[in-house]
């Protein structure tokens, strides 16, 4: 009688449950990577938020004067510019004297919430 050549039963299934095994282990591990991924759709809104914050500052600058660079949200937050989504706050920072230079003022404007962003920048009394 001749040998056959080939898998047993045993062998196939021994296979296929291994087989299983990973397959479940290399999905599990994908989904834990999908879950703790940043949401690219908040961090770009923190980034809209942040820059709109910032360009009302520079244009209080701009048509006040260097002198009355404020954020116009702090003292008027009512205003329809101003208004934050949910989820999101909006913080800015003023810091006159950079450097120990009074022609210079440092902005700072942090986004937190859902999404992050920080933006800076350096404004000079020209």
Not at 14 to 26: C, D, Y
Not at 41 to 61: D, F, H, T, Y
Not at 74 to 88: E, I, K, N, R, Y
Request: glycine content about 10%; proline content about 3%; some cysteine.
């Amino acid at each position: 009688m001749q040998r056959q050549n080939g898998f047993t039963l045993i062998e196939l299934i021994l296979f296929i449950t291994i087989m299983s095994f990973l397959g479940v282990g290399i999905l599990s591990a994908f989904y834990v990577s999908l879950h703790s991924a940043p949401d690219i759709q908040n961090s770009a809104r923190a980034s809209e938020l942040a820059q709109q914050r910032m360009e009302l500052i520079v244009g209080s600058k701009e048509v006040y004067g260097f002198t009355s660079t404020v954020d116009p949200c702090v003292g008027s937050p009512g205003l329809a510019v101003c208004a934050v989504p949910a989820g999101f706050t909006v913080l800015s920072n003023i810091v006159g004297n950079w450097g120990g230079n009074a022609n210079y003022k440092d902005i700072t404007v942090k986004v937190s919430g859902e999404g992050s962003a920080t933006l800076e920048r350096l404004v000079a009394n020209y």
